[in-house]
T-cell receptor
Framework: QQQVKQSPQSLIVQKGGISIINCAYE??????FPWYQQFPGKGPALLIA?????SEKKEGRFTISFNKSAKQFSLHIMDSQPGDSATYFC??????????????FGAGTTVTVRA | DTGVSQDPRHKITKRGQNVTFRCDPI?????LYWYRQTLGQGPEFLTY????????KSRLLSDRFSAERPKGSFSTLEIQRTEQGDSAMYLC???????????????FGAGSRLTVL
């Protein structure tokens, strides 16, 4: 049972363009939503994360938009660069000091940025 | 570098053999997680430890799988009587429990890739 659904499976964008990846979740107990970036042969690395008390979070060229009522969140990569070519995973978990932070991941989106 | 270390990085084995993977977490992290990732999929949760206690196991973790974290430091994941369906990347992650900035962020290792022939 996949708790986080991610789309698209892959996308190709020109250098300088915008990449948009969407995720939807079912479990209303989730309150921590990170995005991970994974390069071939490497483990996933945290890129940016958001909690549902805000609707948007921006770090550099990466922005998360969060819609609590729709149970959806998305990653926008602005001014995409060839070095951004990677697989991106959205994830969700319950947070709080005594929660497990066990992440449920989406299936991933492979982003290819063409120079 | 004091990141999460996993060993071996690659393991090829024949069906029916036992394999063991080791994970060394970041030293101050008290939580340790094992995930499995198959080609084209996101990581799937297998189990996690808080210190030496194994607090949860996924239904994906059949009786052939066992994980330990003696003394709350490194962890091992053993697969007995391997099957071709066990072929995957086994990822370890660790985190530090707490409310301070940076706490509870999962840091992943590079993974151990298992191929069962």
């Amino acid at each position: 049972q996949q708790q986080v659904k991610q789309s698209p499976q892959s996308l190709i964008v020109q250098k300088g363009g915008i990449s948009i990846i969407n995720c939807a979740y079912e479990n209303t107990a989730f309150d921590y939503f990170p995005w991970y970036q994974q390069f071939p042969g490497k483990g996933p690395a945290l890129l940016i994360a958001i909690r549902p008390d805000v609707s948007e979070k921006k770090e550099g060229r990466f922005t998360i938009s969060f819609n609590k009522s729709a149970k959806q969140f998305s990653l926008h990569i602005m001014d995409s660069q060839p070095g951004d070519s990677a697989t991106y995973f959205c994830a969700a978990s319950k947070s709080g000091q005594f929660n497990d932070y066990k992440l449920s991941f989406g299936a991933g989106t492979t982003v290819t940025v063409r120079a | 570098d004091t990141g999460v270390s996993q060993d071996p990085r690659h393991k090829i084995t024949k069906r029916g053999q036992n394999v063991t993977f080791r994970c060394d977490p970041i030293s101050e992290h008290n939580r340790l997680y094992w995930y499995r990732q198959t080609l084209g999929q996101g990581p799937e949760f297998l189990t996690y430890f808080q210190n030496e206690a194994q607090l949860e196991k996924s239904r994906l973790l059949s009786d052939r799988f066992s994980a330990e974290r003696p003394k709350g430091s490194f962890s091992t994941l053993e697969i007995q009587r391997t099957e071709q369906g066990d072929s995957a990347m086994y990822l370890c992650a660790s985190s530090r429990q707490g409310l301070l900035s940076g706490a509870n962020v999962l840091t992943f290792g590079a993974g151990s890739r298992l191929t069962v022939l």
